[in-house]
């Protein structure tokens, strides 16, 4: 077992948010921070920032606070931020296309290296330099550069059918922005959902009790 | 105080589930659901289906299960869906000409009503018969028109200056795909964040630990 798996799940949901903190604080160019400012910033307790980077060895010194960038290395360690995880990109329409550029803009070492979609009308067109494929181009696609994940940006009623296809191609790993549960159909996938429905319908619940 | 407000945070944040449930339910013609069949479809327990529904005087019956218009139609209640939300789109680029289709293909009654960007290269282009308006067109729009949200697909250096134009022109819902923390500015607001940045963080933190 490594050091990882012994971070509860708690902690983990709260890293991005300290890695994002710590990020900003890099770009201020601040080079120490204390557990309460991190608190202040991130909306919680001093002691809860303490407990949390205690988790996986913080850094903190009495008085002197974290060091900024040792912390966020460690941090990017554990997510494993410092590997290139290279992407192809489901469906081609906007969505498609603004994810394109997020996993291009982000230092997060997400690379897109494929584009696909089954509507020929995108057959001549590319995206951050990168041709749109068909759908059919797929398996040889996978097979010659073995993605490690496949991001879904297609319609809801494509998805069982698409990532059905894409799990028999070997990918394992799911940004999915349909309303498919990939990871109950496939239990051994790792998934991560951005449910935009249900976003929405917690906004209007917000509106409805405010 | 109203029976919503007696309802747990955590039951709340089931509710869109439950409902995409009912939905495609629905949608297949079956017109009753028991309690364990809703927890398969959601991977919890017939007791967690039934503790959550009573919260708000679930139907039930014992042997019968529950009635889906019913269940439906009260979650929709619950959660404000019935009632129209207009909603101004800020920044016309790939990510918001994809909300602007989630708006409209969804049967939640958020409808987009305008969708402004500070780039003149959009200026003569519309999005599903919108035309797409200069940012300096919004004060005069929204005295007019008043939105209930604006939707910020902007990048996130320009969303603290935007954001607070749209405080001041009476917005007070958002729906923010910035990293900006919204209601930590403006406590009074409500915000429901897409933070795309943390979602693919997590997606690397569970692809190095698979």
């Known amino acids: 077992m490594t050091r990882e798996n012994n971070i509860s799940k ?5 890293l991005p948010l300290y890695y994002r903190a710590l990020c900003r604080l890099a770009v201020d160019g601040k080079t120490r921070v204390s557990s309460s400012e991190l608190a202040s910033m991130l909306g919680g307790t001093a002691s809860q920032v303490r407990q949390d980077l205690n988790c996986f060895g913080g850094f903190g010194q009495q008085g002197m606070g974290y060091d900024i960038d040792r912390l966020k290395s460690e941090i990017r360690d554990i997510l ?13 329409g ?4 603004a994810i394109a550029n997020k996993l291009t803009n982000d230092e997060l070492n997400f690379i897109p290296i494929g ?7 995108f057959s001549s ?4 330099g990168l041709p749109i494929m068909q759908d059919d181009e797929l398996p040889a696609f996978c097979e010659k550069f073995k993605p490690d ?3 879904l940006c297609i319609p ?3 998805a069982p059918e698409l990532t059905d296809n894409l799990v028999m191609l070997g990918i394992r790993n799911f940004w999915n922005f349909t309303g498919f549960d990939i990871k109950k159909a ?4 790792n998934s991560e959902n951005v449910y935009l429905t249900d976003s929405l319908i917690t906004l209007s619940y917000l509106i409805k009790n405010s």
Do not use: E
Not at 94 to 97: I, V
């Open 125 to 128: 067109l590319s995206v951050k």
């Open 94 to 97: 906007n969505l498609g296309r």
């Open 156 to 158: 809801d009623d494509k």
């Open 10 to 14: 708690a902690v983990i949901s709260r």
């Open 80 to 92: 494993g931020l410092d590997k290139i995880k290279t992407a192809v990109i489901i469906g081609a």
């Open 186 to 189: 496939y239990p051994f996938t």
């Open 149 to 151: 994940i496949a991001v």
């Open 115 to 121: 584009i696909f979609d089954s509507d020929p009308v």
